[in-house]
C-alpha cells in the first residue's frame, strides 16, 4: 500500500479573530488586530499533520464552489485530494482567541440532509489505516472501511449525544476531549465497553491525557513542555492526533505514541493559525529524543 492514512472529511475556513478577552463582554464595537482566514477544521488538520510528519496521506471531503473551496484547495495542494461539491459551501468557523491563547469557535458545518460522501472518491485508496472526521456523511462510510483500522476524533462529546455514537462505537481507536465530560474515565470505559475500539484517549489541554485500552486502566499522561510562548490553541487537539497515529503507523509503543502526540500539540499552541505550520518530522524527533 502506498498511502499510509486516508483522512475522510472536515475540511474547513477559520477566520481568526484575536480579542481582548474571552469571554468578550458585550460592547457595540471590538477593533481588532487584522482578521485572517486560514485552513482550518480537523480533517484538514490531520492531513496536514500527518502529512509534515513524512506520511503518505489521502484526503476525501465535499466543499463549495465558493472562495472557501478555493482556500481549502490550495492549502491542501500537496497532499493527494478527491473533492466532491457541498451542496450548501465550504465549511467555515470564526474564532475568538484571547491573550491566554484559549479560543471559542463558532462553527458553521454547512450541513444538507442526506449528504453522501461518493465511493468513487475513497473506494479505491488502498491505506494502511482510516481517520474519519465526524460528519454526518462519514457515518455511511463504514462498512467499505472493513479491514482497515479506524481511528476518530469526537471532540468536545458529552458521552451521551447519540450524533456521536456511530464514530464511538465502530472504530478502533478513538479520541476525545475531556471539556464536557463530566466523569471521562467512566465515558471511556463505555467506549470500550459498547464499542470495538482497542484504545481511547482523552485528552486533557495543559493535564495531559488519559489513555484506557482493553488490558490496562485508565492512565494518566502529562502534557509536553510548551517550546515557546503560546500564540494561540488552536489546531492543538489535531496536531496531538496527527503525532499519534505517526507513532502508531510507525509501529510506536503506545507510550511513545502518546509522548509524540504531545509533543504535536504543544508545539501547535506556540504557531499562529490552526494548521499552517504544522511541527515537521525532524523537529518532533529530535524534541522526544532529548
Given at each position: 500500500?502506498?498511502?499510509?492514512?486516508?483522512?475522510?472529511?472536515?475540511?474547513?475556513?477559520?477566520?481568526?479573530?484575536?480579542?481582548?478577552?474571552?469571554?468578550?463582554?458585550?460592547?457595540?464595537?471590538?477593533?481588532?488586530?487584522?482578521?485572517?482566514?486560514?485552513?482550518?477544521?480537523?480533517?484538514?488538520?490531520?492531513?496536514?499533520?500527518?502529512?509534515?510528519?513524512?506520511?503518505?496521506?489521502?484526503?476525501?471531503?465535499?466543499?463549495?464552489?465558493?472562495?472557501?473551496?478555493?482556500?481549502?484547495?490550495?492549502?491542501?495542494?500537496e497532499?493527494?485530494?478527491?473533492?466532491?461539491?457541498?451542496?450548501?459551501?465550504?465549511?467555515?468557523?470564526?474564532?475568538?482567541?484571547?491573550?491566554?491563547?484559549?479560543?471559542?469557535?463558532?462553527?458553521?458545518?454547512?450541513?444538507?440532509?442526506?449528504e453522501?460522501?461518493?465511493?468513487?472518491?475513497?473506494?479505491?485508496?488502498?491505506?494502511?489505516?482510516?481517520?474519519?472526521?465526524?460528519?454526518?456523511?462519514?457515518?455511511?462510510?463504514?462498512?467499505?472501511?472493513?479491514?482497515?483500522?479506524?481511528?476518530?476524533?469526537?471532540?468536545?462529546?458529552?458521552?451521551?449525544?447519540?450524533?456521536?455514537?456511530?464514530?464511538?462505537?465502530?472504530?478502533?481507536l478513538?479520541?476525545?476531549?475531556?471539556?464536557?465530560?463530566?466523569?471521562?474515565?467512566?465515558?471511556?470505559?463505555?467506549?470500550?465497553?459498547?464499542?470495538?475500539a482497542?484504545?481511547?484517549?482523552?485528552?486533557?489541554?495543559?493535564?495531559?491525557?488519559?489513555?484506557?485500552?482493553?488490558?490496562?486502566?485508565?492512565?494518566?499522561?502529562?502534557?509536553?513542555?510548551?517550546?515557546?510562548?503560546?500564540?494561540?490553541?488552536?489546531?492543538?487537539?489535531?496536531?496531538?492526533?496527527?503525532?499519534f497515529?505517526?507513532?502508531?503507523?510507525?509501529?510506536?509503543?503506545?507510550e511513545?505514541?502518546?509522548r509524540?502526540?504531545?509533543?504535536?500539540?504543544?508545539?501547535?499552541?506556540?504557531?499562529?493559525?490552526?494548521?499552517?505550520?504544522?511541527?515537521?518530522?525532524?523537529?518532533?524527533?529530535?524534541?522526544?529524543?532529548?
Amino acid at each position: 500500500m502506498n498511502t499510509d492514512i486516508l483522512v475522510l472529511g472536515g475540511a474547513g475556513v477559520d477566520t481568526t479573530v484575536y480579542v481582548p478577552e474571552l469571554p468578550l463582554p458585550y460592547q457595540d464595537t471590538y477593533h481588532v488586530p487584522p482578521v485572517v482566514d486560514r485552513i482550518g477544521n480537523t480533517g484538514a488538520g490531520v492531513a496536514l499533520g500527518c502529512h509534515a510528519l513524512g506520511l503518505a496521506v489521502a484526503f476525501a471531503d465535499l466543499i463549495g464552489d465558493d472562495p472557501q473551496g478555493a482556500l481549502v484547495r490550495q492549502a491542501l495542494r500537496e497532499v493527494d485530494c478527491s473533492f466532491g461539491p457541498a451542496a450548501a459551501g465550504t465549511r467555515r468557523s470564526v474564532l475568538l482567541v484571547g491573550p491566554d491563547g484559549r479560543r471559542t469557535s463558532l462553527h458553521d458545518p454547512k450541513v444538507t440532509p442526506d449528504e453522501r460522501l461518493p465511493r468513487e472518491l475513497y473506494a479505491n485508496t488502498r491505506a494502511r489505516h482510516v481517520h474519519l472526521s465526524i460528519m454526518d456523511f462519514c457515518r455511511h462510510v463504514y462498512p467499505d472501511l472493513d479491514g482497515t483500522p479506524i481511528s476518530t476524533d469526537l471532540h468536545d462529546w458529552d458521552g451521551a449525544n447519540d450524533y456521536h455514537k456511530d464514530f464511538a462505537y465502530r472504530s478502533d481507536l478513538v479520541f476525545l476531549s475531556a471539556t464536557a465530560l463530566a466523569d471521562p474515565a467512566a465515558t471511556m470505559r463505555d467506549i470500550l465497553e459498547r464499542g470495538r475500539a482497542h484504545t481511547v484517549v482523552c485528552t486533557r489541554g495543559a493535564d495531559g491525557c488519559l489513555v484506557l485500552t482493553r488490558d490496562r486502566g485508565v492512565r494518566a499522561f502529562p502534557a509536553a513542555p510548551l517550546p515557546g510562548p503560546v500564540a494561540d490553541s488552536n489546531g492543538a487537539g489535531d496536531a496531538f492526533v496527527s503525532g499519534f497515529l505517526y507513532g502508531t503507523l510507525r509501529g510506536r509503543s503506545l507510550e511513545e505514541c502518546v509522548r509524540l502526540g504531545a509533543v504535536a500539540g504543544a508545539h501547535a499552541c506556540t504557531v499562529a493559525g490552526t494548521h499552517e505550520s504544522p511541527i515537521t518530522e525532524s523537529a518532533l524527533l529530535a524534541t522526544v529524543s532529548r
